[in-house]
C-alpha cells in the first residue's frame, strides 16, 4: 500500500493517512487467509451449485421443507447457472457461494416455519417505511444510520440481516446470531483489512434489507458476487414486484420477533431500478433518493468490489472486467431511476443532493422528517448527535480512487453519465 500524506479533517484525530490499494488484481493475502483457501480447496470438487443441492442442503440442516411461495425457483435456478457457467470463482469462492445460497434457503425455511407458528405475523402492518434509494458511496449509509439513530424508528442491524429467525434452539435470544456475525466480520477482516475505509462493517451496524431480498433468490447482491451477464439479463428481464411482496413478508416476521413494531427505515441502492416495483407492494412509503456525481461513485465501488473479489475470484483477478462490468451496471440502475422517478409522489419524495446534505446532515433529515411527517424532536437530534460522536466520518481512514485502475477515463464517463447529472442538478466532483 502506497501512502498519501495525511489528512486533517475537523473533528477526527489521529485519522490513518490515505492508502492506494495496488494489489487489486494481484491479492497480498494474509497467512491464515492463505491457508484457509488451501485448506477449502478439496470441497469445491464436492460442491454442485444447482437449485436441488442448494435446497437439500438447507433442508438437512434444518429438518424443514416447507420454503413457501415458489416465486424463487425460477431465479435460482437461473442464479446457479449463471454461477456454475460464467463466475470465474476460485475454489474458495465456490464454496463460499454455495454456503451463502444455501444459508438463504435456510433462512427462507425458517421464516415460513415462524409464520406457521405464528399466522398473525402477517397481519403486522408495514406503515408508511421510510426508504433510502441511492448509488452506494452517495451518502446513503450516512444518512441510514443518522436516521436509524432515532429509537422511534426500526431498522435492521447486521446479525439480524444474516439469520432472520434463529434456530430453534435459540429461539427468544440474540447471542447466538450476533456471536456468528462478529466471528464472519472477524475473518472478513483479516482477509481485507482495508474494508472499513470504504465502509464500516460491525456486528449491529444498520445494514440494507439487499440480505432479505436473497432469501427470494432475486436480489442485485448476486451482480456483486461474479460477472454473470446472463444472470443479469435474467433480473431485469423479470417484474421483480412478488419478490418485494416477499420482502414485506420478511419485515412482518422481524416486526413480530422483536417489538414494539416501529416504522422503518430501509435502504438499498437496488431500488433505484425497481422503483415500481417498490412503490406496487410499499405504496405508502416516503423515498428519499441520494445523488452524487457517478464518476466518483464507479472509481471507488469499483475499487471496492475488486477489493471483495480476492476472497472469491481466481487470481489474478480481471479488474478491468470487473471495473467496466460494474460502470455499466451504475450507467443502468442510473438510467432506471431517471426514467422512473416520478412513479413516487412528490408528497411522498425529495432528491437529497450530495453536497447538501455533507454541508449540513443534520438539517437536511430534518427536511426529510418534515417529508414523512416523522417528529423530530430534541430527544431524536441529541441522539444523531451521540452516533456522529461516536462514529466520526473517515475514523479508519480513507482509499485513493482512480478510474485508470479499471481502464477507464473520468471524461468518457462524465459523457455517458451527463444524462443523469443533468437531469438532477448533481454537483461535479472533478
Same mark, same amino acid.
Not at 471496492?304 to 478491468?320: E, F, G, K, L, Q
Given at each position: 500500500m502506497a501512502e498519501a500524506g495525511t489528512a486533517n479533517l475537523p473533528g477526527v484525530s489521529n485519522r490513518p493517512a490515505p492508502i492506494r490499494i495496488e494489489d487489486l488484481a494481484d491479492p497480498v493475502l494474509a497467512p491464515e487467509i492463505a491457508e484457509m483457501m488451501e485448506q477449502t480447496a478439496p470441497l469445491a470438487d464436492q460442491i454442485e451449485l444447482s437449485p436441488e443441492a442448494v435446497l437439500g442442503a438447507a433442508t438437512a440442516q434444518t429438518g424443514l421443507r416447507d420454503f413457501g411461495p415458489g416465486e424463487f425457483r425460477a431465479p435460482l435456478d437461473a442464479l446457479c447457472r449463471a454461477m456454475d457457467a460464467e463466475a470465474s470463482f476460485s475454489t474458495m469462492g465456490r464454496v463460499s457461494q454455495f454456503s451463502q445460497l444455501t444459508a438463504f434457503a435456510v433462512n427462507r425455511l425458517r421464516i415460513e416455519q415462524y409464520i406457521k407458528d405464528h399466522p398473525d405475523a402477517l397481519e403486522v402492518p408495514i406503515h408508511r417505511p421510510i426508504v433510502i434509494a441511492g448509488l452506494p458511496r452517495s451518502g446513503t449509509t450516512h444518512l441510514h444510520n443518522l436516521i436509524s439513530a432515532d429509537p422511534a424508528l426500526r431498522s435492521l442491524p447486521w446479525w439480524e440481516s444474516l439469520e432472520p429467525v434463529p434456530p430453534p434452539e435459540e429461539a427468544g435470544i440474540t447471542e447466538g446470531r450476533i456471536q456468528r456475525a462478529k466471528d464472519g466480520l472477524a475473518i472478513m477482516k483479516s482477509a481485507m483489512p482495508h474494508y472499513d475505509r470504504m465502509h464500516e462493517m460491525t456486528w449491529d451496524h444498520v445494514h440494507e434489507e439487499i440480505h432479505l431480498l436473497a432469501t427470494s433468490f432475486s436480489t442485485m447482491l448476486f451482480d456483486c458476487s461474479a460477472v454473470m451477464p446472463s444472470w443479469r439479463s435474467y433480473y431485469k428481464q423479470h417484474d421483480q414486484t412478488p419478490h418485494y411482496q416477499y420482502l414485506k413478508r420478511v419485515l412482518q416476521v422481524l416486526a413480530h420477533q422483536r417489538p414494539p413494531r416501529q416504522r422503518w427505515v430501509l435502504k438499498s441502492p437496488q431500488h433505484l431500478e425497481q422503483i415500481g416495483p417498490l412503490m406496487n407492494v410499499f405504496?405508502?412509503?416516503?423515498?428519499?433518493?441520494?445523488?452524487? =456525481?457517478?464518476?466518483? @461513485?464507479?472509481?471507488?465501488? /469499483?475499487?471496492? %468490489?475488486?477489493?471483495?473479489?480476492?476472497?472469491? $475470484?481466481?487470481?489474478?483477478? =480481471?479488474?478491468?472486467? @470487473?471495473?467496466?462490468?460494474? /460502470?455499466?451496471? %451504475?450507467?443502468?440502475?442510473?438510467?432506471?431511476? $431517471?426514467?422512473?422517478?416520478d412513479l413516487v409522489p412528490s408528497e411522498q419524495s425529495i432528491d437529497v443532493l450530495f453536497h447538501e446534505f455533507m454541508s449540513d446532515d443534520v438539517a437536511m433529515v430534518e427536511r426529510i422528517y418534515k417529508l414523512a411527517e416523522q417528529p423530530f424532536t430534541p430527544d431524536v437530534k441529541a441522539a444523531m448527535d451521540a452516533y456522529m460522536a461516536a462514529h466520526p466520518r473517515g475514523r479508519h481512514g480513507r482509499v485513493i480512487y482512480n478510474l485508470a485502475d479499471f481502464g477507464m477515463t473520468p471524461q468518457e464517463r462524465r459523457q455517458s453519465l451527463s444524462f443523469y447529472t443533468d437531469r438532477f442538478a448533481v454537483e461535479l466532483e472533478h
Open positions: 405504496d405508502d412509503a416516503t423515498v428519499v433518493f441520494t445523488h452524487r =456525481d457517478p464518476v466518483s @461513485i464507479t472509481a471507488s465501488f /469499483a475499487t471496492m %468490489i475488486c477489493y471483495s473479489a480476492r476472497m472469491s $475470484a481466481t487470481h489474478p483477478i =480481471d479488474v478491468h472486467t @470487473i471495473g467496466q462490468w460494474w /460502470a455499466q451496471l %451504475i450507467e443502468d440502475m442510473l438510467q432506471a431511476c $431517471a426514467g422512473d422517478r
